[in-house]
Structures are given as structure tokens and as C-alpha cells.
């Protein structure tokens, strides 16, 4: 419907442009300017979004560790429950990296397990602290990962971005000395679409490949405690 939006404001600005429109060079100047500082803007936000991705990623797995590495001095017993569900939750994880919201459950298993102890020396109690603080964090640190992962240009935003090219071809194609008040119209039609569109992409941006996805996971895998 967006999409439908651009085209009947640009057919209509076009309608009343079109009869004053001079330098066509201009209009196609502009459309490439504007079309190429959205792309890089795509792209900057691309690369913004991995980087943080990563490093929250990096920073779950130190949290997952040191929950482990916490647990075992708490007793073998919930040492070994904390380990099985630590296990659970980042095979799921791995399992489906980009669907990280489905982890939900193994991941509210493993914070009851967390919640459910009860200290019984000093040396107890700060460790349990200690626990509860990384568990905080590591909640916090879970919706960043999930945020991350939303982003990402669909099917429709990819569908504005050929659209655009092609617009942008055809503009570059036609001869423009004194061109016919019909095609006067459609160049001018053209060339306000190609630089409506880019706004569009703005709201969106560019998906993780499934190999990064892959890799993502297998850091989860390689992260399980091994007793």
C-alpha cells in the first residue's frame, strides 16, 4: 500500500511539474545522488547493527560462562542442574539463531533454576549475588540480541530497490534534448518516484546472511559446559 502511495504522489506531482520541468540531466543528477547516500546510509546502519550484534552476542556467552563457572562452587548437585539447563537453552539457540525469541522458555527454566536457591553460608550468599546480577544482565542483554535481529530489508523493500534502478536506467537511457510533452510527463514521473522511494528504505535495513546466522550458532554450541 506504501508502495501505491509513492507512485500516485509522484503521477500526481508529475501532472503538475511536468510542463515546467527544465535540465532533465538534473532530475536524473539528483535522483543518483539521493539514491546512493540512502544506499550508503543502508549500508552504515548494516554494518552498525553486526558490529553491536556481535559484541552483545560475545557478551551473552561470557554471562552464560560465568553462570557455569559460578554454579559449580555452589555444589555439585545444583551445579549439575544449572549445567543441563544451560545446555538446553544455548542448543536451542544455536539450533535457530535468527528465531533467538523462541529460546523464551529454556531460558525462563534456567533463571527459576537460578531464582530457586537458597544460600546457606556467606561464601553462598555473595556467590548467589553475584549470580543474580549476571542472570540481570544477561535478561537485558537477550532483548538487545532480539532487537537486532528484527531489522532487515524484506521482500518489498528489495522490490523498491530494482524498482528504483530500473527507473534510474531508463532515465539514463532515454535521449533528453527537447523530449515530447508525453515523454516530458513520464521522465518527470520517473525521476520524482526515484526520489520518493529511497525514503521508504530508510525505515529499514539489510538482513544477516544465513552464514553469519550459522556462525552465530555454532558459538552457542561451542559455549555448552562440558563436564
Not at 82 to 109: C, G, M, P, W
Not at 122 to 141: F, P
Not at 173 to 179: C, F, G, R
Request: a positive charge.
Amino acid at each position: 500500500m506504501r508502495l501505491l502511495f509513492f507512485i500516485l504522489i509522484a503521477a500526481a506531482i508529475a501532472c503538475v511539474a511536468a510542463p515546467f520541468t527544465g535540465d532533465f540531466s538534473l532530475f536524473v543528477e539528483a535522483a543518483l545522488w539521493i539514491y546512493s547516500l540512502t544506499i550508503a546510509f543502508l549500508v552504515d546502519k548494516a554494518i552498525a547493527r553486526r558490529r553491536a550484534l556481535k559484541v552483545n552476542v560475545a557478551l551473552e556467552l561470557a554471562r552464560l560462562r560465568h553462570i557455569h563457572h559460578v554454579a559449580e562452587q555452589l555444589g555439585r548437585t545444583y551445579s549439575s542442574k544449572i549445567n543441563k539447563l544451560l545446555t538446553i537453552y544455548q542448543t536451542k539457540v544455536a539450533s535457530e539463531f535468527i528465531s533467538h525469541h523462541k529460546s523464551t522458555d529454556q531460558f525462563r527454566d534456567l533463571s527459576h533454576a537460578i531464582y530457586s536457591f537458597t544460600p546457606k553460608t556467606t561464601k553462598d550468599t555473595i556467590l548467589y549475588t553475584d549470580l543474580l546480577s549476571t542472570l540481570q544482565e544477561l535478561t537485558l542483554g537477550r532483548q538487545n540480541i532480539q532487537l537486532e535481529l528484527q531489522g532487515g530489508l524484506s521482500f518489498y523493500d528489495w522490490l523498491l530497490i530494482t524498482l528504483v534502478l530500473a527507473c534510474l536506467f531508463i532515465l539514463l537511457l532515454v535521449k533528453l534534448d527537447d523530449p515530447s510533452p508525453t515523454l516530458r510527463l513520464g521522465l518527470t514521473f520517473l525521476a520524482i518516484l526515484v526520489n520518493l522511494i529511497p525514503l521508504e528504505m530508510l525505515w529499514k535495513d539489510d538482513r544477516f546472511s544465513q552464514k553469519a546466522l550459522t556462525k552465530f550458532g555454532l558459538f552457542y554450541r561451542r559455549n555448552i559446559p562440558r563436564d
